[in-house]
């Protein structure tokens, strides 16, 4: 089985001789490339029954390695059921045009925070119209940067309640199968971020060439103006445990996932693809191994970029008080506990996920850490 960790250490030397990286570009890839092996140190494991011991290796727990998000998914979703509450819940997708990207890909801290900047305002501001919805939406938004075939994409993925609370502190429910309408979300949002680039202009020159001619950025924005955004709304879910089956597949997503790789050869890189314009047909694609890692790389995030956001009544501030008053007011009846970390161990790799691989009895348990191995 090829793992993204073999193509980047059989590779990843070359590449960096060749190609620049950044400071979080390389980062992630010394972590991809440690994790799992002596590097990082590990940790002897004995059975209670027989005293049988074996050597696991440590994670290197890097948000971009395919290998450790299951644990962080599963303990960030834990955490999100304490929020969900009796309504309906919308999945909406803002993504930006393909001129934009250029810019997205040269200027990537300040413009992801623009796109949850103009998202977040433009659902809070019509969600509060009284033409719409008229109450203030839970939102959790999500950035994604890639598409099937590993090109750049920008886009984020927004889950909004289908209800929300009142200036008066009434709660007040949407239309069962209807949020907004997708043109006027289209329309605001494309006003909202394209102010937005203006406003930052200055911050953007000697670092785009193609910019930098009198005009240029102004000609592009006007462009981008003239031109329709694809922002699309996705039926609402049908309960509550939806919305957080839903929330694992987005949340601690990489741009490839092992399980997408078929094989590495002569210098390329075979992997599994849908394509969406053919009735979402699974293909499989081969690249060059530089060209494969440089497009892995492009999806490397900001060091210290939050790329999961909270607004309207999943805020931070004040959360706990408008959540609990939320609740009352949409009757939720259910409370889930949070798991403890056996307990999330035992539902995603089954009741003998540390049986003893010897005696078949006892169970492994971490006995003494071991120094890593530079």
Sequence with gaps: MVELQDIFRLHIKDYRSAHP???????????????????LGAHVDRCDECGFEQISYNSCRNRHCPKCQTFAKEDWIDKQKQDLMDCNYFHIV?????????????????????????ASETLLELCNDKKYLGAKPGITAILHTW???????????????????????????????????????????????????????????????????????SGLLGKMYNIDWVVYCKPPFGDAQKVI????????????????????????????????????????????????????????LPLGFRKIRHYGLFAPRGKVKRLLLCKLLTRTRFSIACESAKERLVRIFGEAFNLCPNCKIGHLSRAAPMEAVP
């Design 21 to 39: 990286m950044t400071i979080e570009q390389s980062k992630a890839a010394n972590s991809i490339v440690a994790c799992r092996t002596a590097r």
């Design 94 to 118: 803002f993504t930006i045009p393909d001129g934009l990207r250029p810019l997205f890909l040269q200027q990537k801290e300040i413009m992801y925070a623009l796109l949850f900047k103009a």
């Design 147 to 217: 598409g099937q075939n590993l090109s750049y994409h920008p886009h984020l993925h927004c889950i909004v309640t289908g209800g929300g609370l009142t200036e008066a502190g009434a709660w007040k429910n949407g239309k069962a199968k209807f949020l907004l309408p997708i043109k006027v979300l289209s329309r605001k949002f494309r006003g909202k971020l394209l102010y937005f680039l203006r406003q930052q202009e200055l911050q953007f020159y000697g670092g785009l060439e193609q910019l930098n001619e009198a005009g240029r950025f």
């Design 245 to 300: 089956e839903y929330l694992g597949r987005y949340t601690h997503r990489v741009a490839i996932s092992n399980d997408r790789l078929v094989s590495i050869k002569d210098g390329f890189v075979t992997f599994y693809w849908r394509d969406y314009t053919d009735n979402n047909k699974q293909k499989t694609m081969t690249l060059p191994v530089n060209e494969f890692i440089r497009r892995f790389l492009t999806h490397i």
